[in-house]
């Protein structure tokens, strides 16, 4: 994929291949790179894994998510998002090495 990064992205990529980090926040403010930025990084993992992993991305409410980081993660995948791997009820993208990423609400 040819993708524009931010500096967040950098700096979330270097903190995961560094990993010397166990957990990672990032705050931000409406229609800031944050959550695009984080969105790339959780898809290179999950397709890139080595075994099996489930990534969960939780907001505030199902019509925020999708609304939101779920539009956004489509748009990054752009052509390459398979509607056969996306289970709509569950919110649910398995990729090719069965890593999952999840969407849902707290």
């Not at 709509?88 to 993208?93: C, E, K, V």
Request: proline share 2%.
């Amino acid at each position: 994929m040819n993708w524009v990064t931010t500096s967040i992205y950098e700096k979330l990529f270097r903190a995961v291949v560094e990993g010397k980090k166990r957990h990672i926040w990032v705050a931000g403010g409406t229609a800031a790179s944050e959550t695009f930025s984080i969105l790339q990084l959780l898809y290179l993992m999950g397709e890139y894994a080595k075994s099996p992993i489930l990534i969960s991305v939780v907001s505030k409410s199902i019509p925020h998510i999708k609304r939101g980081c779920l539009r956004d993660f489509q748009r990054i995948l752009g052509d390459a998002f398979d509607i056969t791997r996306f289970n709509r009820t569950d919110l649910i993208y398995t990729f090719a090495n069965e890593a999952k990423i999840e969407f849902f609400s707290a």
